[in-house]
């Protein structure tokens, strides 16, 4: 039984969620090989060496996978399908964007957000926005996943690997589509879907220029800024703030919802958090039924005397070994 993960990169680092994918691939069992495709992707490749439990990796380097588009990336991998039981991608704007393309081509059904294997063919995934868990149990001959990535630890990395590594001729990119231009939001904190730490604000905060409370709590605590849908639509900040089922699935260390009464799309992306701290006026906020710890206070007062405070303990030294 062999397995293939398809590398989600930046063409300089691998991602976490593929680090997570690879452990989800773990647990079915088997040879794992990891395609890496895109342009100059060495560094890449020589990362992805080292992470223990790969049997193979195969490359594509070529300018024509230079931004991944979902044709081209299909198209190779349809090229390379018949040698595997299982095709993998993470459950992230990559892995979404091609696997359904994928389990198209090769007609058969694509098993999203997995959660947990159960054995081989049977999974365990959300349903209902995370409301439910559902176990399925697919016939397919080949399978087609998108893993959860904050449901499985990140693949260990070892000294002692040493997986082949094949070069992957790829057909010839498609015409059907081409990329034309991406506008990305750079940011000195960390990423969301990989932050130990994530602050997020709702519709309370009123405006966009209220979200500089929660970068000023945000600094002290090294943390990563998101936001509910409410808030994105409102047009406060960037969609790819936005935390929730149709935004990204978070699941750090510590959670801090601000002014987010906790819509059902919200908690899908977040509940799964080790800590959850919501802060609310309203004492009735959906939220705080699934918070670990809640103040019932205007976040317009709260925010400002919680950084006060960190500042007082950072003041006695008593914070300084706890920066995220």
Known sequence: MTILILAEHDHQNLKSATYATISAAQKIGGDIHVLVAGSKVQSVVTQTGKIAGIHKILVADHAAYEHLLAEDIADLTLSIAKEYEYILAPATAFGKNIAPRIAALLDVQQISDVMEILGQKTYKRPIYAGNAITTIQSSDVKQVLTIRATCFDQALKSETAS????????????????????????SVRPELT????????????????????????????????????????????????????TGKVVAPDLYIAVGISGAIQHLAGMKDSKVIVAINKDED???????????????????????????????NGNLGQHKA
Do not use: M
């Not at 498609?174 to 990305?184: A, D, G, I, N, P």
């Not at 994105?232 to 935390?243: E, L, R, T």
């Open 163 to 186: 997986p082949q590594i094949e070069i992957v001729q790829g057909k010839q990119a498609q015409s059907q589509s081409r990329f034309v231009s991406q506008e990305l939001t750079v």
């Open 285 to 315: 906020a959906p939220i705080f039924q699934i918070s670990d710890y809640y103040l019932v206070q205007d976040l317009f007062t709260a925010i400002p005397e919680f950084c006060q405070e960190i500042d007082k303990i950072r003041g």
């Open 194 to 245: 990989s932050a130990k730490v994530v602050i997020s604000g709702g519709r309370g905060l009123q405006n966009g220029e209220n979200f500089k409370l929660l970068e000023d709590l945000a600094d002290r605590l090294g943390a990563a800024i998101g936001a509910s849908r409410a808030a994105v639509d409102a047009g406060y900040v960037p969609n790819d703030y936005q935390v929730g089922q």
